[in-house]
């Protein structure tokens, strides 16, 4: 008998190849066969394979409301017409949207082709493609329950948390695949899959400013990597590279200084540490601030505006200072676990799954 087939469309940023990538893994796991759907080109198209997946490449078409482009929607149209292809070919079960631009083709093909359609929403407020599709979904899943308010009304919606890779290293084995010192904090830094220019910029700055320079290490993405390494070439302890192993890198991090997108709040939260959160200014409905807030008033992190630490490094210096005292970090850590999404990526499966239907028993033989 041949697995069922489960289309993930995913792509564009690591918070939305991830949890594509932890649920997948679950299916696969419970006997299905998971084909990743995504831009060619894109972070996915290498990650997916990395990972065991079959992956399939389509064009995609980045949605700027601000600068609308129209060779964007060319570029969606086309992925569309090739996506529509594809899923007729896989003949798959299910299609799971995760959102963003390189979803679209997925998840429009699905709806074209009368699919079971299956939409996970990460942020409290839900993206284009969540909107333009939710009504179409058979469920759509979601990480914050707030979401629900911003949903049409009578859509199935089931609350799963959000999906991540659940592996943890013990800190000692974690700072030694990094080459870390064995003793004293660590700090990660993390601007997200591909890097975060202000990051790059702001922590070297800041880090200059404290007492006692801790241990730092500092996902820069490729595009930077050169420029922060110049820039932090005279601070003791202080590790950059141009990508980490997300598990790797928060098993060894006491506390973090982040964005606040929701897929990096939840690797943290799994694993207990800490926060110094400088929301993307530019994301959709200022998300990200949204985010911070709730992590802020659960006492798992601190608040920063870009704008503030831009304006005064010193306000960077005092809140990195505040989650290097050993006392306030526990306190901070012990909160941040009560927000663990542990168990997030087997819901979001079974919810999926339940959309499978069981084969006749003669078709089965």
């Avoid at 918070?15 to 649920?23: D, F």
């Avoid at 972070?43 to 399939?56: D, H, I, K, S, V």
Wanted: glycine letters at 10%; a positive charge; hydrophobic letters at 50%.
């Amino acid at each position: 008998m041949t697995a069922p087939c489960i289309v993930m469309a995913t792509g564009g940023t690591g918070g939305h190849i991830y949890p594509a990538l932890a649920v997948g893994q679950v299916l696969k796991e419970w006997g299905y066969n998971v084909v990743v759907l995504g831009q060619q080109g894109g972070m996915e198209a290498r990650l997916a394979p990395e990972a065991g997946f079959n992956f399939q490449g389509v064009s995609a078409g980045k949605f700027d409301r601000r600068r609308p482009d129209p060779r964007q929607a060319y570029r969606a149209l086309r992925g569309l017409g090739e996506a529509r292809r594809i899923v007729k070919a896989l003949r798959p079960a299910v299609v799971v949207g995760y959102g963003g631009f390189a979803s679209f083709p997925g998840v429009a093909a699905a709806a074209w082709l009368r699919l079971p359609l299956v939409l996970h929403e990460q942020n409290a407020i839900p993206g284009l493609v969540t909107r333009w599709f939710a009504r179409r979904a058979a469920v759509v899943a979601v990480s914050n329950r707030e979401v629900s308010a911003h949903l049409p009304a009578g859509i199935r919606v089931e609350h799963v948390g959000y999906p991540i890779r659940e592996a943890r290293l013990t800190k000692a084995a974690a700072k030694a695949r990094l080459g870390l010192p064995a003793a004293g904090p660590v700090t990660l830094v993390m601007g997200g899959s591909q890097g975060s220019l202000a990051l790059n910029r702001l922590v070297p700055a800041a880090c200059r400013r404290l007492t006692v320079p801790p241990i730092v290490i500092h996902s820069s993405g490729a595009r930077w990597e050169a420029e922060v390494r110049q820039a932090a070439a005279d601070l003791p302890h202080y590790y950059v590279q141009p990508y980490l192993d997300a598990p790797t890198a928060w098993s060894a991090a006491d506390l973090a200084i982040t964005r606040a997108g929701f897929g990096t709040l939840a690797e943290a939260a799994f694993h207990g540490v800490p926060l110094v959160m400088l929301p993307l200014a530019s994301a959709a409905e200022d998300h990200q601030h949204h985010n911070a807030v709730a992590v802020e008033r659960a006492g798992a992190g601190l608040l920063l505006r870009q704008s503030e630490a831009e304006r005064d490094i010193a306000a960077l210096v005092v809140a990195w200072q505040v989650l290097l005292d050993e006392s306030r970090r526990r306190q901070a850590a012990a909160r941040a676990l009560q927000r663990s999404p542990q168990g997030a990526a087997e819901a979001l499966a079974g919810v999926i799954q339940q959309l499978i239907a069981p084969k006749p028993a003669w078709e089965q033989a």
